[in-house]
């Protein structure tokens, strides 16, 4: 007994070489091996994308010289006539046999009305009522109701008010600026149209001073201008009207984001100060878009982007991509962005490629999304660049599971 007790102790003590040692009894050690393949990656599928103008009368696609699109009056794979109306226009090129040679060519054909999108309007009141038709996003009838006999104007009109206490923040696309009034006046508010007229002037110019990238209405460039889509609004007479795209080169990305208004109003006590006991309350309303629904606050698409997905990824049907070309009325789609290519005398294509720069795989920091970019001229989902799935290097590392027994010395 006493021979084991002292085998324990030398058995913690030689744990490196326990196998061999004859006065081991029983070993089972846990194996912590493991092996990993941090270099594998799957196979990613090519994509190619094309932005089709508003302007373009007709449209042709090939794969390697064969049409895509079907022809339903003329009974062939040939150029399509465009309608003007979008939703014709997707339901003649996505017909089922438009789809189905596209597949047979071992790509996936799809069309929609995303590119070049554009944000809506927003236009705040210059007084809320609780008639239909009187109030806008901010109040309901019931609410504008309610919100008349709390100022002292039961059933009736009142006129919006504001001070420099109240903070409004505008946001397009989940970037947002927040800002209160600068009011030109003695007093610390103002009320109606002069009212409505400040906030939309101090947002706009809020968004271009935080993310404009252009110099507009005496604004300059600034740092933080890569990390929106649209370009500073004009705020005037109540409304901001709607900023622009920075670049159609984004395809479809900048498609239904939403534009929203929120709203922190003054206390009433900061109203009373700022009014010198004029008002308790402050009071503003606005409409997004061209209905108090909250359905069309959202950027809306305004060009025909057309995709060809390879249908096996890694399959090699990439080249079929590459052979892949568009022909619009104004001719053969080689160009990048609208406008006249190189060489030509304002001759418009009508169209334009669409390219990425994130590769899959890629190390550059350039390729991938950071906080720092959202790349305003990069078409990276409507273009995808493809991938052969790749097995990579696996490593092992850790200690086999240890099993040893001289059970059976002892049973003699």
């Known amino acids: 007994m006493s021979k084991n007790s002292g085998n324990a102790i030398l058995y913690a003590d030689q744990a490196t070489s326990k196998t061999n040692w004859v006065g081991a009894v029983y070993i089972n050690t846990a194996s912590d091996r493991e092996t990993t393949n941090t270099t594998a990656y799957d196979a990613i599928a090519s994509q190619s994308a094309w932005l089709v103008d508003a302007s373009a ?8 010289t064969v049409d895509v699109f079907w022809d339903a009056t003329a009974d062939a794979y040939q150029a399509i006539s465009l309608t003007g109306d979008s939703t014709v226009d997707i ?12 597949t047979e060519l071992g790509v996936t054909l799809d069309v929609k009305k995303e590119g070049t999108p554009t944000m809506p309007d927003i236009t705040f009141s210059s007084a809320v009522t609780s008639a ?11 609410t ?6 709390t100022v002292g104007n039961a059933g009736a009109s009142v006129d919006v008010q504001v001070t420099t206490y109240d903070a409004f923040t505008l946001n397009y696309g989940g970037n947002s600026v927040t800002a209160t009034l600068v009011i030109k006046a003695s007093a610390g508010y103002v009320s109606g149209a002069d009212a409505a007229a400040a906030v939309a002037t101090t947002l706009a110019e809020a968004w271009g001073a935080k993310y404009g990238v252009t110099a507009a209405d005496g604004l300059t460039a600034v740092a933080s201008g890569a990390l929106s889509f649209w370009m500073s609004p004009t705020g005037s007479s ?26 922190s109003a003054a206390s009433s006590d900061e109203a009373s100060m700022a009014s010198s006991g004029s008002i308790t309350k402050t009071v503003m ?14 950027s809306v698409g305004n060009t025909l982007v057309i995709t060809l997905l390879e249908n096996v990824a890694g399959s090699g049907k990439a080249a079929q991509l590459t052979n ?4 619009t009325d104004a001719g053969a789609v080689t160009q990048t962005n609208f406008g006249p290519p190189t060489g030509s005398d304002d001759v418009y294509q009508k169209a334009a490629r669409l390219l990425t ?46 099993t040893f027994s001289r059970i059976h010395w002892l049973s003699s």
């Open 238 to 263: 109540g409304t901001i009207t709607a900023p622009s795209l920075k670049s159609s080169k984004s395809g479809s990305r900048a498609y239904n984001e939403i534009a929203a208004i929120t709203w």
């Open 144 to 149: 504008a109701n309610a919100l008349s006999y």
């Open 91 to 102: 339901n003649i090129l996505k017909s089922s046999l438009s789809t189905t040679r596209a």
């Open 357 to 402: 720069d994130l590769i899959s795989e890629g190390t550059s920091a350039a390729e991938t999304d950071t906080s720092a970019d959202v790349y305003v001229d990069d078409a990276r989902g409507d273009v995808i660049f493809g991938q052969a799935a790749e097995a990579g290097i696996d490593v092992t590392t850790g200690d086999l599971r240890v």
């Open 132 to 142: 239909t038709g009187g109030n806008g996003e901010n109040y309901s009838n019931t």
């Open 57 to 64: 009368t007709s449209v042709r696609l090939q794969v390697s």
């Open 324 to 327: 892949a070309t568009l022909t």
């Open 285 to 298: 309303d606005w409409t997004i878009g061209a209905t108090t629904a909250s359905t069309d606050n959202y």
